[in-house]
């Protein structure tokens, strides 16, 4: 270590002894003429008082200031204790002649030397890795301490033990260290007698020298200047030799000290020569020079040590190109291993192409293969019996003023509103029924009900399939529904939509080509099969029209020609004639393959409605008829009201279900052909059955329960008391006595209340009251009702309470009937019923596969991922160009303070960059929530598949290729650790970080409905985990009852691995008051409450996030995500 010179000892600032006051001559006279009484003060500005052992007398307060070890006035006392302590702590010693107490790890006469390397931590600036160096050759300071081993000298002194200290400067500096202009080093030497110091050199323009073939080293001095201590051993004292004139006139250099190598007890030989001494030690002892053996010490940090090699840090190179090579290879691998999945997938479909040679390739079904379609059909009965649903009322003032209006006329449940209202109906294989109605009239109520589609409210009835109960699993296998609003993948093709319904849906054991030709056939049959190759489209990228995705939605329940198939509003957004195709295919669906076809529609075209075989006609939720749709006419007539000749059926009956109006010929008004009998008994009954009074629905049960089950035969009868006012009942007189002219949809209001209304005050809701009592004492009504009530006896069972599910119920064997016909009772169960049972539960068995699904909905999942590349290429293009924006900023770090802070903020950032590109997550199941949600409650598949499809091909192009892609490009350029191992540390922790990001956004999505909150809170989720990272916020400083959060930070975990693996082996080189310190990057990683043995342990903790909120994900998405209508 350099330090500077001072001007030599003897050059002195003295003042003028004629300044000097009258004591000015007391305190210039020898010692011996001084008062002994009244000695002066000591003053080093004076001569009489100089500074001994090469101190520094301060002219500011005149007194001596001493090197290390030495103390008292003129700096001749040994000071004990330790170096470390400074000269101002540290004890004089008690008597002249006692040893020092030196602390533990110091040693000799003044306690300079050091033994050990632990006592030198205080004397290093950063408190550690101090180290007691023994070398002869100083490196900053040295100190020496030296027996003397001239026999003749120790001989001559007798107990007066002979002993020399040294100390030396590696450049010319003063004893206490202040700068001089020498670069060379300086030396100082000091002879003792025993214990007591007798006279002290100072040697300077010292060169340092090291002899490699004797392993010697030694100090060369150009000067040498030696003193005498007064009245002590060789220098005055009585009885002994005086060389005080010897050491001024005759020593003056050049001197030499030179040491062998250190031996085994710890010490060294040394010699020290200088001219005039050499010759009086041989005239007088006849020694050639002093000989000594000496202990050495210095204290300095480790990195100071001669011969010390610091360690390398491996810069970026060497295994680069190894690195770019592995992750190409990887990269090749998995395209390698996706396309060979895609080629596996398309091989039967590419086998099945090439044997096609004619046409444009779509030909009919073999009968092979309509024999295999209808092999496991099961024909399905539906029989359904007083259906009723209600829903909470709505809250704040809607419910005060429905409340107002029950007190008038109470419903049932006063906290509840009635939907349904006893809805009846039987449907056999091979017909089509059809429910109509007005618009809340509760026609896709009815439907989903029937379906048996999740609810939200209360249902109470009966449901009869064949007259077995089957299991929802198994009720599903057998029906599909087409709902009302289009739900389609955008990206798909309309072949490719119908076929992945197919694969999902059609029997396994079924081809793959015999499957792809039912898709062709039932694209032909809807119209579609020249848009096969056409993209769905969405509201920003083109597609296929309104209409077509309509045929679509069909397509995709047709292509498995289910035993029931459930349809709303397939008519809705097609033209006129696409409307009577689809329904005609619906009719041929019914027929040729004998499934049961049930669906809502609006206002038919009179061929549409030529078409149906039953129908189910509704009002405000009350069934004004359910029978034969061309049966439907009659019934109404026989109630006096016909259907005007040229109007439409449908139109006529839509509004009956909407308003008063007219419906009578003029000849009924008039009396003719039995007219007035008939007008007097639909009169008659209208005024009996007008009463406001509810019917019980569980006759006799409790009515807050659901009662699911077989009923009671008789059918629900109003009470015949009438409380309906004079003025009322002339009002319905009039209205339904209309012309038949007269368009229903344009009479006029009643008098009392506004039509449509609601509450039972309103005067349609009476009207459809006696219009549904009136069916039901009709003989249509009471056929109805007796055909159901018979299925309903054919397999008893306990009534069932079930709130908001679907429905479940006793299945009843099916009996023909034709589409005209009146609906005849049934008397006895299909024979093998129980096989039936079997039959539908093997159809449930031969679904897809799990294996299947998930390699079906893997393939449609990547195609609509690179379909839409704009997610994937951003993704991509970000890693690259981050990672060139971080190797510029951070380009090749330093091993030092700065360095650290830039490593660490290189990670951060990094985790930062991927925590918040996870939120991209948040549109993985958002933007198909309600397309899962449909295809779930069709069948399409398990929930799992899903679920590890959207996973898996989510997790691997998004969430594994970005951080390889940004690894692999900023790992060279900052200059991270070269080594292989913990390259690939550094990739599997920024892969995890990456996946568990996602994982946490992914589950957040799949909890929360609404994308925009889910988006703050996951975006509140990543902030506050940055905050627990370890970076912004210190562990230490955390308050102990919020420390349990840091662990919850996948954020900490990371950041921690990542800095971990890079600089826990990591020596830091900072310069830090003209040295160069060695700082071990562990020291700095606990400073920040990092551990630096915890990177595995980060690595479970994140692996273990990951899967935890994977299947907390999943979890949410079986449980919670389903259909709710």
């Not at 408190?127 to 026999?151: F, P």
């Not at 997610?871 to 380009?891: D, E, N, P, R």
């Not at 342990?1097 to 449980?1119: F, I, N, P, Q």
């Amino acid at each position: 270590m350099a330090a500077p010179r001072t001007s030599p000892l003897r050059v002195r600032s003295v003042a003028s002894i004629d300044a000097v006051s009258p004591l000015t001559e007391l305190a210039a006279a020898p010692p011996s003429q001084r008062d002994p009484i009244c000695p002066p003060c000591f003053n080093c500005m004076l001569p009489a008082f100089p500074c001994r052992n090469e101190g520094q007398c301060s002219s500011s307060t005149g007194r001596c200031l001493c090197p290390a070890g030495f103390g008292g006035d003129d700096c001749t006392e040994p000071l004990c204790g330790a170096l470390p302590d400074g000269n101002i702590n540290r004890p004089i010693r008690t008597a002249p002649n006692a040893p020092c107490a030196c602390s533990d790890g110091w040693t000799g006469i003044n306690c300079n030397v050091c033994t050990r390397d632990s006592v030198c931590d205080a004397l290093v600036p950063t408190g550690q890795n101090g180290t007691c160096y023994s070398g002869a050759l100083a490196v900053t300071r040295n100190h020496h301490q030296c027996r003397v081993t001239n026999k003749k000298i120790v001989a001559m002194l007798k107990e007066q033990v002979p002993e020399v200290t040294m100390f030396c400067n590696a450049t010319g500096a003063s004893p206490d260290n202040r700068p001089t202009p020498d670069a060379t080093g300086r030396c100082g030497f000091q002879f003792w007698a025993g214990g007591v110091e007798s006279f002290y050199c100072d040697l300077d323009h010292c060169v340092p020298q090291t002899n490699p073939l004797t392993n010697a080293t030694s100090y060369d001095c150009a000067h040498i200047q030696c003193k005498c201590v007064p009245d002590r051993m060789l220098c005055g004292l009585a009885g002994s030799v005086d060389i005080t004139e010897f050491l001024d006139e005759l020593v003056r250099g050049p001197g030499r000290l030179v040491c062998s190598d250190q031996s085994a007890n710890g010490e060294r030989s040394c010699e020290f020569t200088e001219p005039a001494m050499n010759e009086l030690i041989s005239d007088v002892f006849g020694d050639t020079s002093i000989t000594l053996a000496c202990t050495s010490g210095e204290c300095m940090h480790v990195s100071q040590v001669p011969g010390y090699t610091r360690p390398e840090h491996p810069g970026p190179g060497g295994a680069s190109p190894i690195v770019f090579a592995l992750l190409t290879t990887v990269a090749l691998l998995v395209v390698a291993a996706l396309s060979f999945a895609v080629w596996r997938r398309h091989r039967d479909a590419a086998q099945a192409a090439r044997r096609r040679r004619n046409g444009d390739g779509y030909s009919a079904l073999t009968q092979d293969e309509l024999d295999k379609l209808m092999a496991d059909h099961v024909p399905a009965t539906l029989t359904f019996r007083d259906i009723r649903y209600r829903i909470p009322r709505t809250p704040g003032a809607a419910r005060r003023r429905r409340a107002q209006s029950a007190r008038r006329s109470p419903t049932p449940e006063g906290g509840e509103q009635e939907i349904l209202h006893g809805v009846h109906g039987l449907v056999r294989p091979g017909q089509v029924l059809a429910i109509m109605g007005g618009s809340g009239a509760g026609k896709s109520t009815c439907l989903d009900i029937l379906a048996r589609r999740t609810k939200t409210g209360v249902i109470k009835g009966e449901l009869l399939v064949n007259g077995r109960v089957l299991d929802r699993h198994e009720f599903r296998t057998m029906v599909g529904f087409v709902d009302q609003e289009d739900m389609l993948m955008p990206t798909l093709t309309v072949e490719e939509t119908i076929l992945y319904s197919a694969l999902l849906r059609l029997p396994k054991d079924m081809s793959y080509e015999a499957k792809w030709n039912r898709v062709r056939e039932t694209m032909i049959e809807l119209g579609i099969s020249h848009i096969a190759k056409s993209q769905i489209g969405d509201a920003t990228t083109r597609g296929i029209s309104g209409g077509e995705k309509r045929r679509v939605s069909i397509a995709c329940e047709l292509v498995t020609s289910p035993s029931i198939l459930f349809l709303d509003e397939p008519t809705s957004g097609l033209d006129s004639y696409n409307a009577h195709n689809v329904v005609e295919c619906l009719v041929q669906l019914a027929r040729n393959y004998n499934r049961t076809v049930i669906f809502t529609i609006h206002q038919p075209r009179s061929d549409i409605f030529t078409m149906f075989d039953q129908l189910l006609l509704l009002s405000k939720g009350h069934m004004m008829y359910s029978g034969p749709a061309l049966a439907a006419g009659n019934h109404f007539a026989n109630l006096g009201f016909p259907c005007p000749a040229g109007y439409n059926i449908a139109d006529f009956l839509i509004d009956l279900t909407m308003g008063p109006g007219g419906g009578r010929t003029s000849s009924a008004r008039s009396g003719g052909n039995g007219g007035d009998a008939d007008a007097s008994a639909s009169s008659d009954t209208l005024d009996q059955s007008g009463s406001a009074d509810a019917v019980p629905l569980l006759h006799g049960a409790n009515d807050d329960e659901n009662v699911i089950g077989p009923m009671r035969p008789s059918s629900p009868v109003l009470p015949a008391n009438s409380d309906v006012s004079s003025e009322s009942d002339e009002y319905w007189e009039n209205q339904l006595g209309a012309g038949p002219g007269t368009p229903l949809r344009n009479a006029g209001n009643p008098p009392n209340g506004r039509a449509g209304s609601p509450g039972s005050g309103n005067p349609l809701d009476e009207r459809s009251r006696r219009l549904a009592q009136l069916f039901l004492d009709s003989p249509a009504g009471r056929g109805l009702d007796e055909s159901v009530a018979v299925a309903a006896a054919m397999s008893p069972m306990a009534a069932t309470p079930l709130m908001a599910t679907p429905l479940l119920g006793n299945l009843a064997g099916p009996a023909s009937s034709s589409p005209a016909a009146p609906m005849e009772p049934l008397t006895a169960p299909v024979p093998g019923t129980m096989s039936l049972t079997r039959r539908i539960r093997t159809l449930a068995d031969q679904r897809a596969p799990l294996t299947t699904q998930f390699q079906i909905l893997g393939e449609r999942t990547l195609k609509n991922l690179y379909r839409n590349p704009y997610l994937l290429l951003t993704h991509y293009a970000m890693a690259v160009i981050v990672a060139l924006v971080c190797g510029v900023l951070f380009w090749h770090v330093q091993d030092d303070i700065a360095g650290f802070q830039n490593r660490m903020g290189c990670f951060f950032f990094i985790c930062a960059l991927f925590g918040f590109s996870g939120l991209t997550s948040l549109q993985t199941f958002a933007a198909e929530r309600i397309l899962f949600v449909r295809e779930r409650a069709n069948g399409y598949y398990s929930p799992v598949t899903y679920f590890a499809a959207k996973v898996l091909c989510d997790v691997v192009p998004l969430r594994v290729v970005p951080p390889l892609l940004l690894g692999c490009i900023v790992y060279p350029m900052v200059g991270l650790v070269d080594a292989y191992p913990v390259l690939l540390k550094f990739l599997l922790v920024l892969v995890l970080f990456n996946i568990t990001a996602a994982a946490v956004c992914l589950l957040i999505s799949l909890a929360v409905r609404e994308t925009a909150v889910a988006s703050l809170i996951a975006c509140l989720v990543m902030l506050f985990a940055m905050l627990f990272g370890g970076l912004l916020l210190n562990r230490d400083s955390i308050a102990p009852g919020l420390q349990w959060l840091q662990p919850l930070s996948f954020f900490n975990a990371a950041l921690e691995a990542l800095v971990v693996n890079e600089l826990r082996d990591l020596q830091l080189t900072e310069i830090k008051y003209g040295l160069q310190i060695d700082v071990p990057a562990a020291v700095i990683l606990s400073t920040f409450g990092f551990n630096a043995r915890a990177y595995w342990t980060d690595v479970y903790k994140l692996t273990g996030m990951s899967v935890g909120c994977l299947v907390a994900g999943y979890v949410v998405l079986h449980t919670y995500v389903k259909e709710r209508r």
